[in-house]
């Protein structure tokens, strides 16, 4: 049987090749991590954590689109998502724990995570009205296929002697069990995610705006693994500590993430502002563009983004320490496009 996505796949291409359908087919790949509590190095494998932050955001877009009309685009998208939050505290006591290396003491837990895998079709509709205002609609049908949600809140003590122990009080839901090595569960949940922009040109030089990414993000799974009670280590004796286990239904959201931005344009060059609030992660850039070439600066957390941008091609890389090894905040987008006469 085929796949929807191989059978879109083949819709995209069979669309590309007639001249009087489709005006332009494009591509788009964009890949991030922000945290200030761990280097990019260290997400996969050991967590070496400072104590200074208390989030990790990370995830990847791919996809394909194509305009069949000049105002109205479709297209298939791959998302992984992953939202991470947690104390101070929680950040120091796991990634310290790991090297034998924190100090004695008791420690507050508090930990949620939500995250995802899915795969997508969208269409995007474009509006103009009284010459000044440009509304942009993207709705999107998703089908996931990972997912974890869940959050801890309990206790961690360390002893004079490095011995340690936590106790902490679970609800956690999964397909792939990534704390206790359990069976899988194939799982599949369906929902909707629409994204708004609306934008205001004042003049032939000042265009600003507002634009909400991931609103009404639901994905209703069903059924889903659920592990829930309380987890201990070591396991105290004569302590009623019970975790249990079920399959359960389960709706999962994501955070909406609302952007202000503004341009300017004078003669050939081009002065962009953005502020976005992404949870706990807010970013403020300015930025300028001149001769196909940006350069831009985020304010809050110090990260710098070089890019390159023609008709055909757009590559931008975001860094607050090129080294990988030391970087908290990276990103990586690629975009290109071809026209069709």
């Known amino acids: 049987m085929i796949k929807p996505c191989y059978l879109v796949i083949f819709i995209l291409i069979t669309l590309s090749t007639s001249k009087s359908q489709a005006e332009q087919l494009g591509f788009y790949f964009d890949a991030h991590l922000n945290s200030p509590a761990s280097k990019l190095n260290d997400v996969i494998g050991n967590w070496k954590s400072s104590s200074r932050g208390d989030y990790a955001y990370g995830g990847a877009r791919m996809g394909s689109w194509f305009k069949l009309k000049s105002n109205v685009i479709f297209g298939i998208e791959?998302?992984?998502?992953?939202?991470?939050?947690?104390?101070?505290?929680?950040?120091?006591?796991?990634?310290?724990?790991?090297?034998?290396?924190?100090?004695?003491?008791?420690?507050?837990?508090?930990?949620?995570?939500?995250?995802?895998?899915?795969?997508?079709?969208?269409?995007?509709?474009?509006?103009?009205?009284?010459?000044?205002?440009?509304?942009?609609?993207?709705?999107?049908?998703?089908?996931?296929?990972?997912?974890?949600?869940?959050?801890?809140?309990?206790e961690g003590e360390v002893g004079v002697d490095d011995s340690y122990t936590y106790q902490y009080e679970l609800d956690y839901q999964y397909g792939e069990d990534y704390l206790f090595d359990k069976p899988s569960?194939?799982?599949?949940?369906?929902?909707?995610?629409?994204?708004?922009?609306?934008?205001?040109?004042?003049?032939?030089?000042?265009?600003?705006?507002?634009?909400?990414?991931?609103?009404?993000?639901?994905?209703?799974?069903?059924?889903i693994n659920q592990d829930r009670g309380?987890?201990?280590?070591?396991?105290?004796?004569?302590?009623?500590?019970?975790l249990r286990s079920q399959q359960v239904s389960k709706t999962q959201q994501l955070p909406h993430i609302p952007t202000l931005f503004g341009r300017y344009k004078?003669?050939?060059?081009?002065?962009?502002?953005?502020?976005?609030d992404r949870a706990r992660h807010d970013e403020i850039w300015i930025g300028l563009k001149a001769d196909h070439l940006e350069l831009a600066l985020e304010g809050v957390n110090e990260v710098f983004k070089i890019g390159y941008q023609s008709e055909p091609l757009k590559v931008e890389w975001s860094f607050d320490d090129y080294r990988h090894q030391k970087a908290n905040h990276w990103q990586i987008s690629l975009a290109t496009q071809w026209a069709f006469q």
Request: contains cysteine; glycine residues 8%; negative net charge.
């Open 185 to 223: 569960l194939a799982t599949k949940g369906y929902g909707h995610s629409f994204d708004v922009t609306l934008s205001y040109r004042y003049s032939n030089s000042l265009v600003f705006g507002f634009a909400l990414e991931d609103f009404f993000y639901r994905i209703y799974w069903s059924p």
């Open 78 to 154: 791959k998302r992984i998502s992953h939202y991470i939050d947690f104390t101070p505290e929680t950040a120091f006591f796991y990634g310290q724990l790991e090297e034998e290396s924190i100090p004695a003491g008791v420690y507050g837990l508090d930990l949620s995570v939500n995250s995802n895998s899915t795969e997508s079709l969208f269409v995007q509709y474009e509006y103009v009205f009284s010459g000044k205002y440009l509304v942009k609609l993207k709705a999107y049908g998703l089908i996931g296929n990972l997912v974890q949600i869940g959050r801890i809140v309990g």
């Open 266 to 276: 004078f003669e050939s060059t081009e002065l962009e502002f953005k502020a976005v």
């Open 230 to 242: 309380c987890v201990a280590r070591p396991s105290p004796e004569g302590t009623l500590c019970v």
